[in-house]
């Protein structure tokens, strides 16, 4: 994957983890590139580094060693302000759990990233609507989380992670929680939006409900890359051709 | 801004438990603005009470007397110097005469300080016009209390027995001319009020004071002292008793107030440290959208400052109005406060300045924002893949 549109690059990268005076392998040596429009998964079964290498392309972790880029930036050497500034801006995260704020409503969830880049308002007003539309939530917008079912909820959370257009969204096991109907509404919402707006995912998934998506699959097992291959059939791939 | 705009999202979003804890706070708000309010009137109005009736705007005393020392005071008393007289010859100052004697009254006798005061004086709201002299037997003023402890009530007959200038004892009998209600405990209980000229005949100490009372108001200038010894005491002397009294009443009130404040306080830490706990997840996430942990810890610190924000401005809602009508209508007094240290009367008036509720006002916020941000430096040490899987780090 040697595109000049990479969006994000690993190199070596190593991630470890200290626990009881144990150190434990998370990642072992990870070469990986992503280019803008990729409909990617890490696909693993538990423990085997797929949350915690999308923790480290979303700037949230950092390497032990090697290096991560992101959008030309080196996460292991970005300060917390530097990193938070770029996940602002260019990365939207989806989670296994939604992580909706309970007290807030559909709207000023999804306003929220726009608020933390100081949207006007205005502007903030018409990019939340549209966003919502997009997820076919319009009409929640009023609603609290704790009224929304499972997979209105990751609608709602995609909303919110693609509400500012960023290039990169990173999405954790996004249909775990979800039944099989609301599953497809959501990689179906999901893959209509990497077709509209160019947008990079990457899903960190074993459910193969996603992974029948992925335009791109990546098998991680024990912190280690065994396959990296590209899926020429996918309801991604019909939707763009 | 945006996080002062989430975090008031935050705060009204937890619903009736922030309301409860602001209507909590408000009350510790209200109730300390309320006490030093209530000790601000009251100790106003002791000053006020005293001024009206019995200092005036400063007194001169003459160089032997001393209120705390009543060996003395059969030699406290002198002619009045020359430099006052145009001053009490203008209305604006009057001549008082203390002697020590004793009243006959309910079959004993009970140590007095018999004062001489001009009848026609207008410094001191001293009903002095009962005391027209005229031949036979001496009018006299008594307060209440005093008038309870002899047994006496007004056309009473009373004996008093002093001592002259000259050593002489001597008596007469007094009619209680006026049995007068004051809440200067110091005018009344053991007082005599005669006639000045009568008991300067009396004693045998025509012409002479023991001191001058100036009226309020009368700029008082060049030294501060008058011909023969003679010295003026300004207010802040004269009331240092009053002030001494109402600093040990806003002692206890004080305690109080810290109290409700710390009451209050605990609340709010207990909110952040239970918010901090149970919302880490939450913290996580603002983090993976972009928010520094700079901006996070400002917002939770922010949602607690809402609370004494938001306390000031419902505390303000009742309070204006319930201290408002305190203020005119005054707070009644249950008999036998006097026991209590304090002499007011039938009503006190609380007196609330600006900078008594703005001071607090500040106090509450500064005091609140610092118990909001204490527990927020643990999210300083949070990592965000620690917190967005619920974990401390």
Not at chain 1, 8 to 20: C, N
Not at chain 1, 29 to 38: A, I, M, P, S
Not at chain 2, 268 to 284: A, V
């Amino acid at each position: 994957m040697n595109g000049s549109t990479a969006l994000l690059k690993t190199k070596d990268l190593v991630k470890t983890y200290s626990i009881g005076g144990t150190r434990l392998i998370a990642l072992n040596k990870v070469n990986l590139t992503f280019e803008r429009g990729e409909f990617a998964g890490l696909i693993g079964p538990s423990g085997s580094g797929k949350t915690t290498l999308l923790n480290i392309l979303g700037t949230l972790d950092r390497p032990t060693e090697g290096s991560a880029e992101v959008l030309g930036h080196r996460v292991e050497t970005l300060s917390h302000k530097e990193a938070a500034e770029l996940r602002s801006r260019h990365i939207g995260f989806i989670f296994q759990t939604h992580n909706l704020l309970p007290v807030y409503t559909v709207y000023e969830n999804v306003e929220f990233p726009l608020l933390v880049l100081g949207t006007p308002a205005a502007e903030r007003h018409k990019k939340v609507m549209d966003a919502l539309q997009w997820v076919r939530l319009a009409d929640r917008a009023s609603s609290r989380p704790a009224q929304l079912s499972g997979g209105q909820s990751q609608r709602v959370a995609i909303a919110r992670a693609i509400v500012k257009r960023p290039e990169i969204v990173l999405a954790d096991e996004p249909t775990a929680n979800l039944d099989a109907e609301n599953s497809r509404h959501v990689l179906d919402t999901m893959a209509e939006l990497s077709r509209d707006l160019h947008t990079t995912f990457i899903f960190a998934t074993h459910d193969e409900k996603v992974i029948r998506y992925l335009r791109r699959k990546i098998v991680l097992s024990d912190g280690v890359v065994i396959e990296d291959r590209v899926v020429h059939s996918s309801p991604v791939k019909e939707a763009v051709v | 801004m945006t996080v002062a705009k989430l975090a008031l999202r935050n705060f009204l979003g937890a619903g009736a438990k922030a309301w409860l804890r602001v209507f909590v706070l408000s009350l510790a708000f209200v109730v300390i603005i309320g006490l030093q309010g209530l000790y601000t009137g009251i100790g106003q109005q002791m000053a006020d009470a005293s001024s009206a009736i019995e200092i005036g705007g400063g007194q001169y005393w003459h160089p032997k007397y001393d209120p705390q020392n009543m060996m003395e005071l059969v030699d406290a008393h002198g002619p009045i110097p020359s430099e006052l007289k145009s001053v009490i010859e203008s209305g604006r100052a009057t001549p008082i005469l203390i002697v020590q004697g004793y009243m006959y009254s309910g079959g004993s006798f009970r140590p007095v300080l018999l004062k001489g005061i001009d009848p026609t004086q207008r410094v001191l709201s001293l009903p002095a016009d009962v005391l027209v002299d005229s031949p036979g037997t001496s009018p006299a003023l008594i307060g209440t209390r005093m008038a309870k402890d002899a047994g006496l009530k007004e056309d009473d007959l009373a004996t008093v027995r002093w001592r002259d200038a000259v050593g002489t004892f001597d008596a007469e009998e007094i009619r209680i001319a006026r049995v007068m209600s004051t809440s200067v405990q110091t005018v009344d209980s053991g007082q005599v009020w005669l006639p000045l000229d009568r008991l300067q005949r009396m004693a045998r100490m025509n012409g002479e004071a023991t001191l001058v009372v100036v009226a309020n108001g009368t700029a008082i200038t060049g030294s501060a002292s008058a011909g023969a010894g003679w010295t003026f005491k300004d207010l802040d002397f004269l009331l240092a008793d009053v002030h001494a009294m109402i600093q040990t009443k806003e002692l206890s009130a004080t305690i109080v107030y810290a109290i409700l404040l710390f009451l209050g306080m605990i609340t709010i830490l207990d909110t952040q440290i239970l918010s901090i706990f149970y919302r880490k997840k939450e913290i996580g996430t603002l983090m993976a959208l972009g928010l520094t942990r700079g901006a996070v810890i400002r917002m939770f610190t922010l949602e607690g400052a809402f609370n004494a924000v938001l306390a000031a401005v419902i505390g303000a809602a009742y309070a204006i109005p319930l201290l408002g009508l305190l203020v005119t209508m005054g707070i009644p007094m249950p008999s036998g406060t006097e026991q209590m240290g304090f002499s007011l009367g039938d009503r006190v008036y609380p007196r609330y300045s600006a900078a008594l509720v703005f001071g607090t006002t500040a106090l509450v916020f500064v005091v609140t924002t610092i118990v909001s941000y204490l527990p927020t430096r643990k999210i300083a040490k949070l990592q965000p893949t620690e917190a967005l899987r619920g974990r401390l780090g």
